[in-house]
């Protein structure tokens, strides 16, 4: 209880309040802005957090991305183009809908089930974070090894696109973690006789560069459209809201509830749990002819399953470390510089901590009520602002923010090479995330490793004596072998009977 | 820059037998049965299979063979001219930004970007200029980040 109270005075300090203000402002623009995600700014916020205490700079992140997931959605209904991707599925059905002159309705309804996604995915948070960091204070080196691979396995079998490629990636990022001096022999590996790489790739920079360089690479070497606005004058935002809520109450909750369990599966996020809801509320509708001509009921479900999601992937952060998303991960990354390692233990040890987070999710969602319909009403003036005059901003600001970690330019050239790989792997389809993942969790996974086998003494078959360890262990062989599982079966059914 | 997968294979290939040969050079521990070698070793494993896999893959497959596909940007001069400078600026700042200080380089850079994205000069130029003070006055006096002065060191404030 005295922990509640203290989460409480932590997070409405007038300080953490006036920092997750600006961070909902800057989060509803960023992502009002078609070409600009809800990773970017994170990855832009990073470099000003990093010389804030950990809960306002856990409050900036938190915030700004749940703002600019809803955000997304307004540029998708408005001009057809996703704000984020976690808007891209629905877009054609939100922009039909505003063809319909039902523009209120639908950026209404992104912003209601938004809000109630966000909602959602928070209270399984609260109430499952604890109850598994109880759990895993059993685990030892084996289970913590098992489950970060299980993580790094999720993330490239599940939520790719192409396996091998994500593999590829996911190798990338397991490199970029071995490089430097902090690996269980602390012999230095990779470092080229450089000072700067002794202690390995800074996290930071190297975030920047994958998600905010190489979005500026892509939007330079794009042909700009002008951007044609369907309506810029909004009647009541909630009218017909409460209609929506209850004539699809399912929906709601199954988008809520299957975006916050692809949230908290790692290296899945927001954009997927949207691509799925959307698939399944097709699926199980009762007007599946009406998906695609402007029909509410796939915005209602995709759209509480990307903000439900963004929750849903701050469970195996908080509990285990193992980052949901690419921005938990970039999160990860924030915290582990503040020396604040997330896990069970910290539910033990800084509890206040944790519930200032939850505390920070309700608040945010809840502030994304007004500030939702301020920005929806504001569109016109948003838009305003010239994108050619805001990339070259944030290019200079991803360079400061790079130089800001360590004081050090050879910060700007990671920045860059990272920068360069990460628009190289996209044109290449490599996707970008298992990168990321790779990168945090790739020290975790050796010393885990490391210590198990000593702690073992040579015998590999430890690995799978545990009854928890034993079980991750399988779940993950039985996870690699899914994709050739898959591919057996498809072929045993095309074989004519 | 779009390359063929076969290609993409064949550099994660050639890479992960570099990586291989490098960790050969790696000590043994005593005492330690892991070393320093084994993770990155089975990395290079793993990227190499992935290699592998991609050439094969590729080869297979009934899909485009042409190794390089020019992306379009690269026959419109201005996005080619937008594309080296962000890469250029960022080169000059690793290398050079306590030489020329950042308020030479960013500026420079705002300025050069702005009107290849063909923003207006009588725009540019303020905006450049204001955006680089702000950046400058947050970092610099708000969160005590040392950026360099370089070529205005005598006129710092």
Known sequence: MESIAQAFALIFDPYVLMVIGASAIYGLFVGAIPGLTATMATALLVPITFFMPAVPAVAAIVTATAMAIFSGDIPGALLRIPGTPASAAYCDEAYAMTRKGQAELVLGAGLVFSVIGGIFGTIVLVTAAPMLADFALQFSTFEYFWLVLLGLTCAVFIASDNVVKGLASLFIGLLVSSVGMENPAAHPRFTFDTPDLMGGVTLIPMMVGLFAVSEVLRYVTSVEKPLNLAQDRFGSIFKGQWALVKKYPVQALRGSGLGTLIGALPGAGADIAAWMSYAVSKKFSREPEKFGTGHPEGVVESGAANNSALSGAWIPALVFGIPGDSITAIAIGVLYMKNMFPGPQIFLENPQNIYAVFIVFFLANLLMLPLGVLAIKSYKQVLRVSRAVLMPAILVFCMVGAFAINNTQFDIGIMLAFGLLAFFMEKNGFPVAPVILGAVLGGMLERHFTNSIIKADGDWTTFFSRPIAGTLGVVTVLVWLLPAGIALWKRSRRVPQ | ?157
Not at chain 2, 33 to 61: E, K, N, Q, T, Y
Not at chain 2, 117 to 133: E, M, W
């Open chain 2, 1 to 157: 820059m779009k390359i063929h997968d076969s290609l993409n294979g064949a550099l994660l290939l050639v890479f992960a037998i570099a990586l291989y040969w490098h960790t050969l050079g790696f000590p043994e521990i005593p005492g330690d049965p892991v070393g320093p070698s084994l993770f990155p070793r089975l990395i290079a494993i793993g990227m190499g299979l992935c290699g592998i896999v991609l050439i094969v893959r590729s080869l297979l497959s009934r899909g485009s063979r042409r190794w390089f596909e020019t992306p379009g940007w690269i026959r419109v001069p201005g996005l080619v001219g937008a594309f080296l400078l962000v890469v250029l600026g960022l080169l000059v700042s690793y290398l050079f930004l306590d030489r020329l200080g950042f308020l030479v380089v960013a500026p420079s850079l705002l300025v050069a970007l702005m009107l290849v994205l063909r923003v207006r000069a009588r725009l540019a130029i303020p905006v450049a200029i204001g955006a680089s003070l702000l950046i400058h006055t947050i970092f610099y006096k708000g969160l005590g980040v040392p950026l360099p002065w370089g070529l205005l060191e005598a006129w710092a404030w």
